[in-house]
């Protein structure tokens, strides 16, 4: 019987009277390290180099007031787990602080229990040792630095490149250390997009968080030069709200504006990945930033406070999503949204379950993001 039964929706399907399901999209999350959001193209800064994010934002949907935590980890944990940072253990970024209790349930485990190939390729900073390290929390493949950066105590004991921990970076690959070739934010990039092209029928869930521009600021020199002292005059920047200092370090503003552009390089290169394969359609790209910019007395948008504090430059960023036919260009959603609600609105978009015990402390946004009239 039952083999009767497949053979009617097997010449059903071939005559044409059941259409086939559309594929599930597939999911990347770009996430970069202490970029604040005055430090982007798109969100007013006159000087930084970042034309491939913002494309990104011209071609997706902005949240515009959405909000993460003073700090990196708190912000990586509700991104992971849809919940507050408090719930999963993970108070802080040193001394114990940042490691999430084993038994959260990750966005990468129910994406991976959907059926979805899933990967990592940069800084987790919820735990580095079992049962707490990525390949533990559901990515199928992991390329990650250990604890919250490169030339930090987590680091191997390996000699360090003359130019800094930035380059040729030993890196845990599956769990086992590999020495890398290159820096570091191109090294996790062509991880990232060799994952991708990697032929499968299943859809591929992408975590690429970068560890730059966080301290210590370090970039290849042709970057760093795209950036002359007079560049940064604060004269040069709006100086609405809290305007920049009147005095800052230009060659310090000139490494992190360095690692910034190259970071933007290097999503160019993974949207055009996107395009060559012909998936850019059918892929769900989102951008944000884990906290506010370091306390470099550069341009922070006008805002007050910096990493580390809970005011508007601690922790406003921009975030931004692109699903091409799906989500309509340029639109702006303006209710309050937050790192929490991220893991819901991904599930939501790609119709991936909930697991029945996990209790999500964020919402869907897929209502906003599709500028559906609701109750906020």
């Known amino acids: 019987v039952i083999s009767v039964i497949t053979a009617v929706l097997l010449s059903a399907r071939s005559a044409g009277s059941a259409p086939a399901a559309a594929p599930q999209p597939n999911v990347v999350i770009i996430l970069t390290d202490d970029q604040g959001f005055g430090e982007l193209g798109a969100t007013g800064n006159p000087i930084v180099r970042t034309r491939h994010m913002d494309r990104l934002a011209k071609q997706g949907v902005s949240l515009m007031n959405f909000h993460v ?13 849809g919940r507050y940072y408090y719930r999963t253990g993970v108070t802080d970024t040193y001394l114990g602080r940042s490691l999430m209790h ?3 349930t990750t966005v990468a485990e129910m994406f991976a229990a959907a059926g979805y190939r899933t990967g990592i390729f940069g800084k987790w900073h919820l735990g ?17 630095l250990n604890g919250g950066g490169l030339a930090q105590p987590g680091d191997p004991p390996d000699p360090v490149d003359e130019r800094g921990a930035y380059f040729n970076a030993t890196l845990r ?3 086992a250390w590999v020495k890398t070739k290159g820096y570091v934010s191109d090294v996790i990039t062509t991880a990232a997009t060799e994952f991708i092209e990697r032929k499968s029928a299943q859809p591929f869930f992408v975590y690429l968080p970068f560890d730059c521009p966080h301290a210590p600021h370090q970039v290849p020199d042709t970057y760093r030069g795209h ?7 604060p004269a040069n920047f709006p100086s609405r709200g809290h305007p920049m200092a009147a005095k800052n370090n230009p060659a310090d503003l000139a490494r992190v504006y360095g690692m910034i552009e190259n970071i933007d390089d290097n999503v160019g290169r993974l949207l055009a990945k996107l395009d060559a394969l012909k998936l850019a359609d059918n892929t769900i790209v989102v951008l944000f930033s884990d906290n506010g910019c370091q306390h470099h007395n550069g341009y922070n948008a006008g805002f007050q406070g910096w990493k580390g504090t809970p005011f508007e430059g601690g922790i406003h960023q921009f975030c931004y999503l692109r699903w091409p036919g799906q989500l309509t260009a340029g639109r702006q959603v303006e209710p309050i949204a937050a790192a929490i609600d991220l893991a819901p609105t991904l599930l939501d978009l790609c119709g991936v379950p909930k697991p029945a015990a996990v209790k999500f402390d964020g919402v869907s946004l897929a209502p906003l993001l599709r500028g559906r ?4």
Not at 134 to 141: I, N, T, V
Not at 227 to 233: I, N, S, T
């Open 227 to 233: 950036y002359p002292a007079d560049d940064f005059r």
């Open 128 to 144: 580095d040792n079992y049962p707490m390290r990525a390949m533990d929390k559901g990515f199928q493949e992991s390329l990650v």
């Open 69 to 81: 935590m003073p700090v990196c980890s708190p912000t990586r944990a509700c991104l992971m787990t």
């Open 373 to 376: 009239p609701s109750q906020w």
């Open 102 to 104: 084993p038994d959260e």
């Open 173 to 175: 690959h599956n769990g």
